[in-house]
Antibody, heavy 116, light 106 residues
Framework: EVQLVESGGGLVQPGGSLRLSCAAS????????MSWVRQTPGKGLELVAN????????HYLDSVKGRFTISRDNAKTSLYLQMSSLRDEDTALYYC?????????WGQGTMVIVSS | DIQMTQSPSTLSASVGDRVTITCRAS??????LAWYQQKSGRAPTLLIS???ILGSGAPSRFSASGSVTEFTLTISNLQPDDFATYYC?????????FGQGTTLEI
């Protein structure tokens, strides 16, 4: 079964850091671009970051550039999002997503709450 | 950034109805458009890619068309399971952007 399972979300203070992880299974991980997409009631769905199969090409949402870093470990079939200098507006449900034909596989999401 | 605008924001319909949702892009995205369905408390799932290609697992009562800046998603013979929120997304250029969503309610 194709599956993406996120972990690492939680409550963090403004200015703090958090690392999200995504464990992929059931498909050839090295074949696909991978992404982090977040969802909030106010802004809806936003593509936060995107990484190619080799970890060499990355794209970021403007508002997270310089603060978030996407990476992957193909040997562990895992995707990561290192988040630092977190702001209130980063509060969201973060999904790990496979980029196949569009965004074809989504994890269940992990919640990040930035609050003092 | 390319703005994606869906209409209507909310749509009321009944089981058995045929409904259409429209998505407009602020500039040409050729056919690089996807549609997703999201049920309450669940992650989105892919319905349509490349403007009109039905995703694996998506029922055949879903269809879609369009190109350049105008796109539509049609659901024929609405089933109870179809009442959800639908999003369009362009993946022609970064940052990939989503519409604000259309909630289909009974």
């Amino acid at each position: 079964e194709v599956q993406l399972v996120e972990s690492g979300g939680g409550l963090v203070q403004p200015g703090g850091s958090l690392r999200l992880s995504c464990a992929a299974s059931g498909f050839t991980f090295t074949t696909y671009w991978m992404s982090w997409v977040r969802q909030t009631p106010g802004k809806g769905l936003e593509l936060v970051a995107n990484i190619d199969q080799f970890g060499s090409e990355k794209h970021y949402l403007d508002s997270v550039k310089g603060r978030f870093t996407i990476s992957r470990d193909n040997a562990k079939t895992s995707l990561y999002l290192q988040m630092s200098s977190l702001r209130d507006e980063d509060t969201a449900l973060y999904y790990c997503v496979r980029r196949g034909e569009a965004f074809d596989i989504w994890g269940q999401g992990t919640m990040v709450i930035v609050s003092s | 950034d390319i703005q994606m605008t869906q209409s209507p924001s909310t749509l009321s319909a009944s089981v058995g109805d045929r409904v259409t949702i429209t998505c407009r892009a602020s500039q040409s995205i050729i056919e690089w458009l996807a549609w997703y369905q999201q049920k309450s408390g669940r992650a989105p799932t892919l319905l349509i890619s490349k403007a009109s290609i039905l995703g694996s697992g998506a029922p055949s009562r879903f269809s879609a068309s369009g190109s350049v800046t105008e796109f539509t998603l049609t659901i024929s013979n609405l089933q109870p399971d179809d009442f959800a929120t639908y999003y369009c997304q362009q993946y022609y250029t970064y940052p990939y952007t989503f519409g604000q969503g259309t909630t289909l309610e009974i």
